[in-house]
């Protein structure tokens, strides 16, 4: 099953945040693209984001972004 365009955006926006901290957020900007903007409120409903624009990883998105990022150093 090939990644659908919402969940490229959802793993964009996972990708964004500094793992080396818990202090660093990241806000997405009305003036964003609509596909990112929509990648975080969806993240934000899924549980893995405080904010719908962004805000603080969850313990869970803190996992979830792991994931993501490893997944990128493997295929880059």
Sequence with gaps: MPY????MAELDILCLFDLS????GIKVHSNASEAAIAAAARLHDKG??????????TALGHEA??????LLRLIE
Excluded: K
């Design 21 to 24: 901290t818990t202090q660093a």
């Design 48 to 57: 893995l984001l405080t904010q719908p624009d962004g805000g603080y990883l």
């Design 65 to 70: 972004a792991e994931h993501a990022q490893a």
């Design 4 to 7: 659908s365009p919402d969940l």
